[in-house]
Nanobody
Framework: QVQLVESGGGLVQAGGSLRLSCAAS????????MGWYRQAPGKPRELVAR???????NYADSVKGRFTISRDGAKNTVHLQMNSLKPEDTAVYYC???????????????WGQGTQVTVSS
């Protein structure tokens, strides 16, 4: 089983920056894609950004040009640098990882516990 632990959320004023980090741990696994999703109250969870093991990334249109995802494959960590934050970025941010692991199916998908990001106007 792969565990994901997030850090870096908090309260920031509009226009400010935050950096989220997520570290994966476990045994006998290989991550293909790591990403960040968010969920605001009353709204469905949505993709923010994700990055493959090859370094290919994609972003939600709402965060393009403001957020940057990066990954340290050797450390199984992913970061999300969030700049020019807006009140509408307020949400719980969840780390996600999918890949190959020691499971019955040979694959896994894991979620972190979530970290709150609040942007005040």
């Amino acid at each position: 089983q792969v565990q994901l632990v997030e850090s870096g959320g908090g309260l920031v004023q509009a226009g400010g920056s935050l950096r989220l980090s997520c570290a994966a741990s476990g045994s006998s696994f290989s991550i293909n894609v790591m990403g960040w999703y968010r969920q605001a109250p009353g709204k469905p969870r949505e993709l923010v950004a994700r990055i493959s093991s090859a370094g290919v990334s994609n972003y939600a249109d709402s965060v393009k040009g403001r957020f940057t995802i990066s990954r340290d494959g050797a450390k199984n960590t992913v970061h999300l640098q969030m700049n020019s934050l807006k009140p509408e970025d307020t949400a719980v941010y969840y780390c996600n990882a999918v890949g190959l692991g020691n499971t019955a199916s040979g694959s896994f998908g894991s979620w972190g516990q979530g970290t709150q990001v609040t942007v005040s106007s």
